[in-house]
């Protein structure tokens, strides 16, 4: 079974100051998959970023940025020049075991860290 | 491109009846998968269907239920409802059909159920 552990329920920031949200994971598959998500008070869960186990690089996208630790099994979410409107609930999400007849386990998401960006 | 839409957004109902949620995915995809999310739970991974057929089911119990047309389009009903049913119910379709581990996940807005 796999596991995704945030441990900061909250953070305040000032806004244009780097954020770092922390992510482990736990997982006894060698394929699996890493995202962030991004919940707005509307609900949606939006897309961020996406760190594949056999990747060399850590992922970017934009303002984000993923810093893949594998041995540690971290796999945390850089935000850069963070925004008011980076204001949210974000998620770190995994995704394991691909079967031989397709399909794979659902996303197993973490508790989510609510960030709050301060003018 | 329209994303994955959701219906209805809200929804009360009362305990013993039952509810049916839908969920469109964005034009192209096949697969959709369903989502609870609740304060004390957090997000838990309901069902995801491929091409009309489940793939793969996470620990809930026989009452919730979905399927998925020619399509692509796909329902999930709760029966019986509890009060512990009430929650944001979020629909995700994906592209890859294969299981793919990095296949990324688009969500709808959810559909929030509250149960009296």
């Known amino acids: 079974a796999q596991k995704i552990t945030q441990t900061q329920p909250g953070m305040f920031v000032q806004e244009k100051e780097a954020v770092t949200l922390d992510c482990t994971y736990d997982?006894?598959?060698?394929?699996?998959?890493l995202f962030w998500y991004k919940q707005p008070s509307s609900g949606e869960m939006i897309f961020l970023i996406y760190?594949?186990?056999?990747?060399?690089q850590n992922a970017t996208e934009g303002r984000y940025s993923l810093n893949f630790q594998k041995a540690r099994k971290s796999a945390n979410l850089v935000i850069s020049a963070s925004q008011l409107g980076d204001s949210a609930m974000y998620f770190c999400?995994?995704?394991?075991?691909?079967?031989?007849?397709?399909?794979?386990?659902?996303?197993?998401f973490g508790k989510g860290t609510h960030l709050i960006i301060q003018p | 491109k329209a994303g994955v839409t959701q219906t209805p957004r809200y929804l009360i109902k009362t305990r013993g009846q039952q509810v049916t949620l839908s969920c469109s995915p964005i034009?192209?995809?096949?697969?959709v998968s369903w989502y609870q999310q609740t304060p004390g739970q957090g997000l838990q991974f309901l069902f995801e269907?491929?091409?009309?057929?489940?793939?793969n089911k996470g620990n809930f119990p026989g009452r919730f239920s979905g399927r998925q047309f020619s399509n692509s389009r796909s329902e999930m009903n709760v029966s019986t409802l509890e009060l512990g049913d009430s929650a944001l119910y979020l629909c995700?379709?994906?592209?890859?059909?294969?299981?793919?581990?990095?296949?990324?996940?688009?969500f709808g807005q959810g559909t929030r159920l509250t149960v009296v």
């Open positions: 995700a379709s994906s592209l890859s059909g294969q299981g793919i581990v990095g296949t990324e996940a688009f």
């Open positions: 997982t006894s598959d060698p394929s699996y998959g």
């Open positions: 760190q594949g186990s056999y990747d060399q």
């Open positions: 999400a995994m995704r394991a075991r691909v079967y031989s007849g397709g399909g794979a386990d659902g996303l197993t």
């Open positions: 034009s192209g995809h096949r697969s």
């Open positions: 269907y491929f091409s009309e057929t489940q793939r």
